[in-house]
């Protein structure tokens, strides 16, 4: 089977069938700039500032999920690989909230770093 | 052509016993590793950025519209990088070269944005060593200024291979989706540090 001429594999033929077109790439870059400018014009609203962090982390959230999904293509791809790569960001995670139960179990003191 | 013939003439490709292109796999598995080296590093900038006995603080030192530019660019050259993959999947040689030179150009002005922004700090009065603060925020950026360097020069080689013809319409395809993967990460990483550090106000 081919796509404009070229002999592709039967995997890259089953994956090609899936990514998206080049017309789906920009409008998600569309999107991904329409997120950006809201992130950062709230960042302004003064009135907002109280509850500025879940606006934000919510921003960062759909940038992030746009990302992996359409262009690095976990939504298409083997469940394999999502796998592999929610395993890090679970690490991540777990190791930012050890980093943070030690914090607050400390009262709030940061650990001395030597010169620091 | 017949089902036969067509398989004989199909690109060779391996068997593996998970089915997938193990190259991919363990790009994937470098990519969740990379996740706890990043989430480690924006972990201790957080716990230290409060931390400044001497020298200027997060808040009165970040110029929120200048980096709000440089992370649109470097949103942008993942545009960029999927339309040279989609490029080469149609066998476009000319336009990959394009929209990859495009991404390297992205990057590099990133990259020169973060120089001049590590310059006017040091100015400002925050070293490496001034505080916990700086020692962690440089350690973090500079950290992915340097992913974001060797993912120019990987992406400028993609470019060389394609001029010297090293690049098939067999494998090519592979070889820039497995750079385009890189190449997001150090986005979604930036996506990351963009509002946890500059955008989240600090006490």
Redesign the interface.
Known sequence: ?T??????????EEE?AH????RQ??V??VW??IV?AL??AI?YVDSL?DI??PF??V??FI??FL??T????LRFD?A??RR??????V???V??AI??TI?LARGGA??E?A?? | MSAQE?AA?????HQTS????NV??AM??F??????F???L???Y???R??VLDGPRPHEIYD??YT?VS??VL??S??T???A??AI????HRGLRIWLLATAMLGTVFIGGQVYEFTAFVEEGLKL?T??FG?AFFVMTGFHGAHVTVGIFMLLSLVGMSMFGRLS??DG??KV?LI??YW??V??VW??I???VY???TN
């Not at chain 2, 003439?9 to 490709?13: C, I, L, R, V």
Request: aromatic share 12%.
């Open positions: 089977m796509q404009a001429g070229i002999e592709h594999s039967p995997r890259e090609l990514h998206p077109d080049p790439y920009i998600v870059g991904l700039a950006t992130e950062v960042y500032q500025i962090v934000l982390l921003f960062a940038k992030f990302v992996v359409w262009f690095m293509h083997s394999l690989f592999l790569f929610v395993s890090g960001l690490l991540a995670l190791v930012f980093v943070m914090f940061v650990p770093i010169g620091g | 067509a003439h199909a690109p060779a490709e998970t089915g997938l292109d991919k796999l994937w598995a990519l969740g590793s990379e996740c706890l990043f989430g480690s924006i972990s201790t957080l716990l230290y409060n931390r929120i519209p709000s992370s649109f949103l942008m993942s545009v990088m999927v339309l993959l989609a999947q149609r066998g476009d060593s505080s916990t020692s319409d067999a395809p592979r989706e385009g993967l997001h990460f986005d979604i996506i990351v963009f509002t946890v955008l989240i106000p």
